[in-house]
Each structure stands twice: as structure tokens, then as C-alpha cells.
């Protein structure tokens, strides 16, 4: 079965770096948009008080997502791409490179499965 998109989450667990600056979270999304092939088309980061930040990079692809909690180590991210010329597990060193996790867990989602035993309009009800 064909799907429309990949959707990567990934779980990043005992972070050293970078999860409460705006500058490296920028960058991280910026340098994961290039490795995995995709475009950027807008980014939006919006920092926390005292502490974290959420960063957007919208990609003509769909998206990349960054939400850290450096309180706890952690790190959310997204990547939700769709097309054949992106391959979304290559923003992984580019993550483990700015955050230097000590552990990241990895799910994998097909996104809009297409089933081409059932009619598009079926689908639909």
C-alpha cells in the first residue's frame, strides 16, 4: 500500500545542549530541512519563560517540529514529510549533533495510506 506522507517522532531523552536557545533551535531546524531534502518555506520559533522553546520550519514537504523542556532533558520533534525526494530519518544527526541526547526513541507513522483495492470516494464516507 502507497501512503501520501512519513511521519517521524522522535523521542529525545538526557539532551546536553541547546534546549533553551532560540539561536540553536533555529539552526537545528534549519540544517534538518536541508539534510532530508526538503524546502523551507517559513520558520517560526517562539521562546518560553523561565524556560524552553517551541520551533516550527514549514516545508513545502509539510513540517518539522522541535518542543523542548530543558528542565527535563527532553526534546518532542515531528517530522512529517510527503513525496518521494525527502527521506526525513536525515535530520536525525543534525539533532544529535545540536541537542546530544543520551537516548532517542524512534516511531514511524504512514500517513494517508492509500489502498488501491477501495475507491478515493469510499474512503471519503
Same mark, same amino acid.
Given at each position: 500500500?502507497?501512503?501520501?506522507? !512519513?511521519? /517521524?517522532?522522535?523521542?529525545?531523552?538526557?539532551? =546536553?545542549?541547546? /534546549?533553551?536557545?532560540?539561536?540553536?533551535? &533555529?539552526?537545528? /531546524?534549519?540544517?534538518?530541512? =536541508?539534510?532530508?531534502?526538503?524546502? #523551507?518555506?517559513?520558520?517560526?520559533?517562539?521562546?518560553?519563560?523561565? *524556560?524552553?522553546?517551541?520551533?516550527?520550519?514549514?516545508? &513545502?514537504?509539510?513540517?518539522? #517540529? %522541535?518542543?523542548?523542556?530543558?528542565?527535563?532533558? @527532553?526534546?518532542? +520533534?515531528? +517530522?512529517?514529510?510527503?513525496?518521494?525526494?525527502?527521506?526525513?530519518?536525515?535530520?536525525?544527526?543534525? /539533532?544529535?549533533? @545540536?541537542?546530544?541526547?543520551?537516548?532517542? *526513541? %524512534?516511531?514511524?507513522?504512514? !500517513?494517508?495510506?492509500?489502498?488501491? !483495492?477501495?475507491?478515493?470516494?469510499?474512503?471519503? !464516507?
Amino acid at each position: 500500500m502507497e501512503s501520501v506522507g !512519513r511521519h /517521524l517522532i522522535l523521542e529525545m531523552w538526557d539532551c =546536553e545542549d541547546g /534546549l533553551n536557545s532560540v539561536e540553536i533551535v &533555529s539552526r537545528a /531546524l534549519r540544517e534538518a530541512t =536541508e539534510a532530508c531534502g526538503a524546502t #523551507l518555506l517559513e520558520e517560526m520559533i517562539h521562546p518560553f519563560t523561565p *524556560q524552553g522553546v517551541t520551533g516550527v520550519a514549514v516545508i &513545502s514537504e509539510s513540517h518539522i #517540529l %522541535i518542543h523542548t523542556w530543558p528542565e527535563h532533558g @527532553y526534546a518532542a +520533534v515531528d +517530522v512529517f514529510t510527503c513525496g518521494k525526494k525527502v527521506t526525513p530519518e536525515d535530520v536525525l544527526p543534525v /539533532l544529535r549533533h @545540536y541537542f546530544r541526547p543520551g537516548h532517542v *526513541q %524512534i516511531m514511524e507513522m504512514k !500517513r494517508g495510506i492509500v489502498d488501491s !483495492r477501495v475507491p478515493a470516494r469510499a474512503l471519503a !464516507r
